[in-house]
C-alpha cells in the first residue's frame, strides 16, 4: 500500500438542530462576552498550557457552541486557568471568567 504521508480525520457530522445547546445559553447569561468571539485565534496561539498539549479557548468555545459537551468538559481538564488568553483577546472576551464558569458547571 502507498504511503501518502497523511491521514484522513474520521467524520464528524455536526447537527446543530439536534444538539443540546444549553450549555451555549447559560454562558451567554452568565457571561455575555461569549458572544463576541470573532475566532481570530490569539488566545489559542499564547496559551500557557498549549506548551504541553493541544488546547485552545477558541476551540472550547466552539464546541461549546456546538453542543459538545463532552469534549469541552475533556479540555476543560488541560487548562491551566492561567488567564494568558484574556490578556490577549483583542475582543476583550473574558475568558478565564468563561473557563472557570464552564469548569464550575462540568466538572466541580
Ligand atoms: S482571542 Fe478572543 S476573539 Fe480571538 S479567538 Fe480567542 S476569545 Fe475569540
Ligand atoms: S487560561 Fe487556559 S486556555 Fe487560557 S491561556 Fe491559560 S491555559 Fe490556555
Avoid at 506548551?51 to 479540555?75: A, N
Wanted: with cysteine; charged share 20%; aromatic share 4%.
Amino acid at each position: 500500500m502507498i504511503n501518502w504521508q497523511f491521514t484522513l480525520h474520521p467524520d464528524h457530522t455536526i447537527n446543530l438542530d439536534t444538539n443540546d445547546r444549553t450549555l451555549a445559553r447559560l454562558l451567554e447569561e452568565k457571561e455575555p462576552t461569549s458572544r463576541i468571539c470573532m475566532a481570530c485565534g490569539s488566545c489559542g496561539g499564547t496559551c500557557t498550557a498549549a506548551q504541553f498539549e493541544p488546547v485552545s479557548f477558541r476551540h472550547i468555545l466552539l464546541m461549546v457552541r456546538r453542543g459538545e459537551t463532552e469534549s469541552v468538559r475533556s479540555e476543560l481538564t488541560k487548562c491551566m486557568y492561567c488567564g494568558k488568553c484574556t490578556l490577549v483577546c483583542p475582543r476583550g472576551v473574558n475568558t478565564r471568567h468563561i473557563l472557570a464558569l464552564l469548569r464550575t458547571m462540568l466538572i466541580n
